[in-house]
């Protein structure tokens, strides 16, 4: 089996915002029309958010494109100043103006994806735009619901739309959210309940709050991060959890050091979503049986794991 070409990386230029936009490039091996995922890091992160995944995506022949987010981007963590400046740059970082950015960004990367013919060795004109789907980690995982139809419920009077802001972009397909989350305050089911999508929800057991945090605490975390699951209407809609999986492992390229559940999640994660953009993306029954049969995902799992679909 040939192996994927190494990734190429660039810097796209949105004119109409002046906004530099770095990206990663994975094309699967060959030379054949392939379906396109973009992935959207979490905050802080960059073009190496999701490695972990969209290479195993891209093995599947899938092309995936990393797109970093300026303004919520490695900066936000990694530049010098005093404790308060490092803390008003996590605030902006993590703000809506950030997030309205990045929605921006990823229509910007689509539409110049097909306007180029090629990105250094990579032939662009391999990339099968009317199929794509959107994923992304934390922050990330917002980006990838708004994209995917999430509702904005007060931002209707700023962006002109009824019944709360959407900004969802037709275009795609479906949807993964790693760590994903709700709007606080908000009732998640006018945030979420108009995802009509396929959609992938994962999170973990720790996410959001130790093994050590009282259990309340630790119920209170999981139910936040499965909320957005929950609110939204039945048809393709998927949640996997995983025991003892923290956030950062879903990130696909952390650099903490590896925790005892890190390498069933990151196996199991990997496939998961392969198998998830198989069946949307390619059209691969044999993969939507998969992820449904008792031997299939479900069989993957542990003790403490689970797995819905709705």
Not at 149 to 155: D, S, Y
Not at 177 to 200: E, N
Not at 228 to 250: N, Q, T
């Amino acid at each position: 089996m040939d192996l994927p070409p190494p990734p190429c990386d660039a810097v796209w230029h949105d004119t109409a915002r002046a906004r530099d936009v770095p990206v990663r490039i994975r094309l699967p091996a060959g030379t054949a029309k392939a379906p396109v995922v973009l992935f959207s890091h979490g905050l802080g992160g960059s073009i190496a958010g999701g490695t972990t995944w969209g290479r195993a995506w891209a093995a599947a022949g899938i092309a995936v494109i990393h797109v970093q987010h300026p303004g919520s981007d490695t900066p936000v963590y990694a530049g010098t100043g005093t404790p308060a400046e490092r803390a008003a740059r996590v605030r902006d970082g993590a703000s809506g103006r950030q997030l309205l950015a990045r929605i921006a960004d990823v229509g910007f990367v689509v539409d110049e994806a097909g306007r180029r013919p090629h990105e250094a060795r990579c032939d662009l004109a391999r990339l099968d735009l009317t199929r794509l789907g959107i994923a992304g980690h934390s922050m990330g995982a917002w980006t990838a619901s708004a994209i995917a139809g999430q509702r904005f419920p007060g931002a209707a009077s700023a962006a002109g739309v009824a019944g709360g802001a959407s900004f969802g972009d037709a275009r795609f397909r479906a949807a993964i959210a790693f760590s994903p989350s709700a709007q606080p305050g908000v009732d998640p089911a006018l945030s979420f309940g108009a995802i009509t999508i396929p959609f992938l929800a994962i999170t973990g057991s720790e996410d959001g709050a130790p093994a050590t945090a009282p259990p309340e605490q630790r119920a209170a975390a999981l139910a936040a991060r499965r909320a957005p699951w929950d609110a939204m209407p039945a048809g393709g809609k998927y949640l996997l959890i995983f025991a003892g999986a923290d956030h950062m492992v879903f990130s696909g390229n952390s650099a903490r050091p590896p925790r005892p559940a890190d390498a069933h999640v990151t196996t199991v994660t990997a496939l998961a979503t392969t198998r998830f953009w198989q069946a949307q993306l390619l059209g691969d029954t044999a993969a939507a049986r998969w992820l449904a049969a008792p031997a299939g995902l479900r069989g993957s799992l542990v003790d403490g794991d689970s797995f819905q679909e709705k």
